[in-house]
């Protein structure tokens, strides 16, 4: 964990320094948004499905020189995984699907190559390390079947739905997160993936980390 904070504060002030010489260097600043597939890998998780979220953030543009750049910016984005599990409520047997929606506020930094078309056309490849910090979010447990050798209503479990905190998760992940895109004038598409090397789990047995898959349309000024 310490290794991990000292890379954190790394991150945050080549950002500081990068936004404190943008007079020397061309910067570039932008807005996107996309949609997401996010899921959980690790063991503790019986089944897992991905689910669809969003993002949306500003981008900072570093050029170091013509191809070569620092993608960085801060992100609102949204992860999680659809989980089906049985629990145990005394004789009372609850086959589920659990919904975790985790929102993030997330801060890459990402070094890049851009490579030149055509006029007008740049592709460009980045990768790097990710910081981010679970800001809120609520889980949606759906029942599916009540199993019981009494009568179901006298438990006072119904079919339906259940919300509540996601308690159960850490709020700090970190990760390594690789791009690509195209660029047309000032309009921008990306296409990338997010990789959690941290558990972000509470739960001793568990181990589980996030998976983030997106794709963005972007605008730099």
């Known amino acids: 964990m310490k290794t991990i904070l000292k890379i954190s504060f790394l991150a945050v002030a080549l950002l500081i320094g990068v936004v404190a010489n ?7 600043f932008g807005v996107k948004a996309g949609v ?5 890998s690790g063991k ?73 078309v ?18 809120g979010g609520k889980g949606k447990a759906k029942i599916e079947e009540i199993s019981s050798c009494f ?5 006072g479990i119904e079919e339906g739905y259940l919300s509540f905190s996601e308690k159960r998760m850490k709020k700090f992940d970190f990760g390594l997160g690789l791009g690509v895109g195209a660029e047309f004038g000032k309009i921008g598409v990306g296409l990338g993936y997010d990789l959690g090397l941290i558990n972000i789990s509470k739960d001793n047995n568990a181990k589980i980390r996030n998976m983030n898959a997106y794709l963005t349309v972007g605008y730099k000024f």
Do not use: C, W
């Open 36 to 40: 997401n597939l996010s899921n959980y």
């Open 22 to 28: 943008a007079q020397e260097k061309p910067l570039t």
């Open 44 to 116: 503790g998780i019986e089944g897992s499905d991905a689910k669809i979220g969003f993002n949306v953030g500003v981008t900072v543009d570093y050029a170091l020189n013509q191809d070569v750049f620092l993608l960085s910016g801060l992100e609102f984005t949204t992860k999680g995984a659809k989980l089906r599990f049985v629990e145990a409520y005394g004789s009372v047997a609850v086959d589920a699907t659990l919904t975790m929606n985790p929102k993030y506020l997330q801060l890459p930094l990402h070094i890049g190559y851009k490579l030149y």
């Open 118 to 135: 055509s006029e007008g056309m740049k592709l460009n490849l980045h990768l790097g390390p990710y910081i981010a910090y679970d800001i």
């Open 151 to 155: 009568d179901s209503d006298a438990t």
